[in-house]
C-alpha cells in the first residue's frame, strides 16, 4: 500500500531547522499519524510523502511557502497594554487569540515590552524559515469513513473525540 488521498499514515520524523537544530521530533514517543490529503501537515511534507510506502526513509526540504509561508511584518503591530484587560502580567512569549484582519481567529505572540506598548506578532513561529525533515514511514491504512468525513485521523495516535 502507497500514500495516497484518505490514508492513515503513521510517520516518525525528526524537523531541524537549516542550523540543524532540532525543532520537532517524535523520537522517544508515539508516531504521528495524519490523514493524507486533508492538510493535517504541511503541503511540502505531504507532497514529499505521496506514493511512499512502509519503511520508506526520507529527507524533505521543504521552502517557506510550502510549509507556514514567507515571515511578514504585516502581521507585526504594537498595541495599548490596555488591549489585555484582565491579564495581570504580560510577559515575552505569551500568546493570546486575536482577531486577524480577514476575520479569522489568529494565535499572536508578544514579542516585546516596552512600557504601556505591546508589539505582537501574529506570524507562525516558524514562518520564513526552510524546514528538514527526516521521516520514515511507519504504517499506512484505509482511513474510515467516519476519519474521511472528519478530515483527521481517530483512536491511537490521533484525534479523540
Known amino acids: ?19 540543524g537544530e532540532v525543532i520537532d521530533s517524535s523520537a522517544g514517543g508515539a508516531p504521528l499519524v495524519y490523514l493524507q490529503g486533508a492538510g493535517n501537515i504541511i503541503p511540502g511534507l505531504e507532497k514529499a510523502l505521496e506514493g ?5 526513509e526520507l529527507n524533505v526540504v521543504v521552502e517557506p511557502e510550502d510549509a507556514y509561508g514567507e515571515y511578514s511584518a504585516e ?3 504594537t498595541l495599548s497594554r490596555s488591549m489585555f484587560e484582565g491579564v495581570d502580567e504580560l510577559e515575552v512569549g505569551m ?4 482577531s486577524a484582519p480577514d476575520g479569522q481567529m489568529q494565535i499572536v505572540t508578544i514579542r516585546d515590552l516596552d512600557g504601556d506598548d505591546v508589539t505582537v506578532d501574529g506570524n507562525h513561529p516558524l514562518a520564513g524559515q526552510r524546514l528538514n525533515f527526516q521521516v520514515k514511514i511507519v504504517a499506512i491504512r484505509d482511513a474510515s469513513q467516519e476519519e474521511v468525513a472528519h478530515g483527521h485521523v481517530h483512536g491511537e495516535g490521533g484525534h479523540h473525540h
Open 1 to 19: 500500500m502507497t500514500i495516497a488521498a484518505n490514508k492513515a499514515v503513521s510517520i516518525d520524523y525528526t524537523l531541524t531547522n537549516d542550523a
Open 52 to 56: 511512499k510506502s512502509v519503511g520508506d
Open 95 to 98: 500568546q493570546f487569540h486575536a
Open 75 to 77: 502581521l507585526v503591530s
